[in-house]
């Protein structure tokens, strides 16, 4: 597992991100009605900033979602129009996706943080950065429970650490009650708050 996630970091360098005590909290698969705004409205409360991964086709369908995200003064990043399994497509039909994506951004995740080479290199092609994860939640995961997230953040959070949240109502209960803990705990042991 560690020697996999090296590879992942050697595979996403993530230069910028390695400055001062910076961590990077991600959402991905938003923007949804349901749960989107009760994220921004604990981000608000701690007055931080984070980065969400959007899937353009629920940007299309939640348009006021989107712009409550923008307004908020967070950062978005293209995760596919329709969350496409990369392994799956050729890669014409996986940029084509990519490409679907109704917003302008320069950062780009991979839907299950898995492509082809090939398509990891066309999406880079197109200018953007792909930034992957080193602290995975899997808050998507029912037999998770927040106490356990919160120790795996604890445990694993370095300076400049890419924690991986999901705006999915899979994830809605888990991720909402621990992501309170996890930003008490991550402001007060002194890491920033930033977006990629
Ligand atoms: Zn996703």
Redesign the pocket.
Known sequence: MRLFKSILQRLYPCGKCRVGKAVYLTF??GPIPEVTPKVLAILDRYGVKATFFMVGENIDKHPDVFEQVIKAGHAIGN?TYN?VKGWKYSTADYIANVQKFPKETKLFRP?YGRTWLWQRMAVKRLGYEIYLWDVLTRDYNPRRTPEAMLKQIQRQTRSGSIINFHDSIKSNERMLAVLPLAIEWLLANGYELKTL
């Open positions: 991905d698969d995760h969350h839907p």
